[in-house]
């Protein structure tokens, strides 16, 4: 469930160090603030979400903006589904995927976060932090980051990085959720166009 309140939302975005689900003004629990537009949004505010694994997307949108590129963790709790768009080659990202070959799949987890320096997720199962499968000590076959210039400076390109999480993500996660299970329930619906708006993409 989506911890503070028991509203049924769907689909979920990050922002400022927060899971962040549309609403509207009516609403006594929204927190209201100005978009990148200068539209007034209302939102709720959440610190974690629970549930059992569903699906991990590599998911594209394109609009007159640009294009967007999200991870998108669905999660299922009980008839609720739940679908989490994290910015592709983020910490948020990186923080739940680097953890999921790690959890038990017949349990559900919880994904949390929190904000110091910048927003970070992590995962843990009956209240215990999940381990990541990779750490900077042990990074095993996990591709590093490489150094490249870009426009005179130094920037770090995590490409394969990224590509090898994904579909290690697919093949050893994603294909052993049983197709049918009392406890997973039936597949997610197909996600619509845009699972989380331009304005909540930190790009």
Known sequence: MLENTSENKIFISVYDGKFTVKTDQSN???KERINKNGTKVFELHFDSISGFLENVQ???TENANGTFRNIVFTLRDKEEVYSLATQYSSRES???LMRLPN???KNPIEIKIAKADH???WVTQNGVKVPLKWTKDQPG???QMKKIEVKGKDTYDDTEQMK???EYIQANVIAKIPSSSPDQGFSSPPLPSNPASEDDLPF
């Open 119 to 121: 927003p970070f997720t």
């Open 28 to 30: 006594p629990k929204a």
């Open 164 to 166: 090898f999480l994904f």
């Open 94 to 96: 990186k923080g739940i």
């Open 58 to 60: 590599d998911f594209k």
């Open 141 to 143: 076959d996990l591709p």
């Open 103 to 105: 959890i038990n799949l």
